[in-house]
């Protein structure tokens, strides 16, 4: 794609010629947690630990963060990258019967993409490093996005 608005920089490289599932990993987690045995199993669990974690990202990325504001809410997508991917239907320790993939939160799936709302407590290090308020996920794990939490839109009327 060619075409470019006023005040939009391009990256220093094509993301999509990358060779891992064409996903550029912006950064990684860096978290108390290095076993799936130890890491909460949500948000709500991390956060009740009352342990913060950070983000430190890629150089190459770093001034896409420039618009983030401290104090926000932030989605962070990640990569689980340590999750089997072949289970259709699952089965949940707290639950008596399965439950199919789809209608988990559970790291395994097809395509391992973890879906994170934490707020962004400082941008450290020029940029290098975000602190963020409580994190489920182990230590090294790759981070694809980063995108903002609009209540306006992404909280449904029904919430």
Same mark, same amino acid.
């Given at each position: 794609m060619s075409d470019i608005r006023p005040d939009e920089t391009r990256l220093a490289?094509? $993301?999509?010629?990358? +060779? +891992?599932a064409r996903l550029v990993f912006v950064g990684r &987690? =860096?978290? $108390?947690?290095? %076993? =799936?045995?130890d890491c909460p199993k949500n948000l709500r669990a991390a956060r009740e630990a009352g342990v913060g974690a950070r &983000?430190?990202?890629d150089e190459a990325f770093r001034p896409a963060l420039a618009s983030l504001e401290v104090g926000s809410w932030i989605f962070l997508l990640s990569w689980l990258h340590m999750a089997r991917r072949d289970l259709a239907m699952q089965m949940p320790r707290h639950a008596e019967r399965p439950t199919s %993939?789809?209608?988990? =939160?559970?790291p395994v799936r097809p395509n391992p993409i973890g879906l994170h709302l934490v707020r962004l407590l400082a941008v450290e290090q020029d940029g290098a490093v975000l602190a963020i308020d409580a994190i489920d996920l182990l230590d090294g794990t790759p981070i694809i996005d980063i995108k903002p939490y609009f209540?306006? &839109?992404d909280s449904p009327p029904e919430a």
């Open positions: 490289f094509e $993301p999509a010629e990358a +060779d +891992d &987690v =860096r978290s $108390p947690w290095t %076993t =799936r045995a &983000v430190e990202i %993939t789809f209608a988990l =939160r559970s209540a306006s &839109v």
